[in-house]
């Protein structure tokens, strides 16, 4: 089945650790998108991907890195210099061109800082 | 800036009833607004809407845009347990690749 994994679900960190997320689609989707989701605030835009080796930042960017060096995977690094990193982090993909504006999520992984 | 607000942030009520989630929204250059359904994990996709006045449907789900006054309507009519869920209203504008989404309306529907 085509979809999205996210591994791993639930991740505990101690404070000053990089933790990495993986995000790998089989949708063959060019668009992919990190969203971090906490209680009464919706789900904001961390970092977008449209190519392969190319990647914008979203509203709340800082602490936190990525990289398309695939079309199928976008993991994500939370570092030590984000100050609050304990959230649910939800990636997803869509297909590029005007008729396609659907996106399509993963289950998501829960970070807990220690 | 561009925003989406949902009202309310959370409902709770009884099976049979019929509820309204509410989303508006102020975006630069309109294109698309999306509703989805979160139980806990993955959100999962309802409706796609980009003109106004065009309802779309799918069993005991509804959804309406209006363009003129920047809103759309989630209806659920018959609710049962398994409707319970956090809905999302995300908007996209013409330009760029992103998504702007709501705080979302929190449902229960208590047996």
């Known amino acids: 089945d085509g979809g999205i994994t996210q591994s791993p679900k639930y991740l505990f960190r101690k404070e000053g650790q990089n933790v990495t997320l993986s995000c790998e689609q089989n949708?063959?989707?060019?668009?992919m998108y990190w969203y971090r989701q906490d209680p009464g605030q919706g789900l904001r835009l961390i970092y977008y991907?449209?190519?392969?080796?190319?990647?914008q930042k979203g509203d709340i960017a800082e602490g936190y890195s990525v990289s398309r060096e695939k079309k199928e995977s976008f993991p994500l690094t939370v570092t030590s210099a984000q100050k609050n990193p304990t959230a649910f982090y939800l990636c997803?993909?869509?297909?590029?061109?005007?008729?396609?504006?659907?996106?399509?999520f993963g289950a998501g992984s829960r970070l807990t800082v220690l | 800036e561009d925003k989406v607000v949902q009202s309310p942030l959370s409902l709770v009520v009884h099976e049979g009833d019929t509820v309204t989630l509410n989303c508006s929204y102020e975006v630069t250059n309109f294109r698309s607004l999306l509703w989805y359904k979160q139980e806990k994990k993955a959100p999962t996709f309802l409706f796609m809407l980009?003109?106004?006045?065009i309802e779309k449907k799918s069993g005991r789900l509804s959804s309406i845009l209006d363009k003129k006054e920047l809103f759309s309507i989630l209806n659920i009519t018959a609710t049962q347990t398994g409707d319970s869920a956090v809905y999302l209203c995300?908007?996209?504008?013409?330009?760029?690749?992103?998504?702007?989404f709501g705080t979302g309306t929190s449902l229960t529907v208590i047996p």
């Open positions: 991907s449209q190519i392969v080796n190319d990647f």
């Open positions: 997803a993909s869509k297909v590029q061109g005007a008729g396609a504006n659907v996106l399509t």
């Open positions: 995300a908007v996209s504008p013409n330009t760029g690749n992103q998504f702007y």
């Open positions: 980009t003109s106004s006045g």
């Open positions: 949708l063959n989707h060019d668009a």
